[in-house]
């Protein structure tokens, strides 16, 4: 099985900060990654897909980039709404496995 | 507006069996993969089951082999997830999501607002 390594797997931030998140992978999956928001009760929205591709509709304060092992998230200025778990998923091969997640918090 | 919608989640005892039910709107279910994820309370999410258009291909994590399965009726326009010989471990909120293709990307565009299922005496 691929295993997600994300981190970190919290940190606190302000508003206006510059954010990223690390995910790597047990082995390489190509650019086979996709990153997810979720908030409290709610289900995960995605972000970004192809590793580096922002979905239609997400604000382009967020970017992704990456392939093979290690992958990241940037969130460029950090907004009140982007307060949130954050996971990647690897979709290249059979279990699909997400990262533990990485809980961002207001500081 | 698209939207998936989960059924079927509940309180059901150690052993038992519950099947969930995943149903669209305004979407063909039957073009697409779609897939089971799941959320223990308070931990991460988990990749449970996917399956292809037709019903042809299926995969299941570890975990749930020989207990769950993952079944589409496209004609019903409709997901559904048999759960057998359920464990306090399965205790979760499940999520069916859609698997898009092409320029839409490859990974969980859709997802229904989950159904919560509580394996418990």
């Known amino acids: 099985d691929i295993q997600m390594t994300q981190s970190p797997s919290s940190l606190s931030a302000s508003v206006g900060d510059r954010v990223t998140i690390t995910c790597r992978a047990s082995q390489g999956i190509r650019n086979d990654l996709g990153w997810f928001q979720q908030k409290p009760g709610k289900a995960p929205k995605r972000l970004i897909y192809?590793?580096?591709s922002l979905q239609s509709g997400v604000p382009s304060r967020f970017s992704a980039s990456g392939s093979g092992t290690e992958f990241t998230l940037t969130i460029s200025s950090l907004q009140p709404e982007d307060f949130a778990t954050y996971y990647c998923?690897?979709?290249?091969?059979?279990?699909?496995?997400f990262g533990q997640g990485t809980k961002v918090e207001i500081k | 507006e698209v939207q998936l919608v989960e059924s079927g989640g509940g309180l059901v005892q150690p052993g038992g069996s519950l099947r969930l039910s995943c149903t669209a709107s305004?979407?063909?279910?039957?073009?697409?993969?779609m897939a089971w994820v799941r959320q223990a309370p308070g931990k991460g999410l988990e990749w449970v089951a996917n399956i292809k258009q037709d019903g042809s291909e299926t995969h299941h994590v570890d975990s749930v082999k020989g207990r769950f399965t993952i079944s589409r009726d496209n004609a019903k326009n409709s997901l559904y997830l048999q759960m057998n010989s359920l464990r306090a471990e399965d205790t979760a909120v499940y999520y069916c999501?859609?698997?898009?293709?092409?320029?839409?990307?490859?990974?969980?565009?859709?997802w229904g607002q989950g159904t919560m299922v509580t394996v418990s005496s």
């Open positions: 999501a859609r698997r898009p293709y092409g320029d839409d990307g490859d990974v969980f565009d859709i």
């Open positions: 192809g590793a580096s």
């Open positions: 998923l690897q979709h290249n091969s059979y279990p699909w496995t």
């Open positions: 305004r979407l063909t279910l039957g073009r697409y993969w």
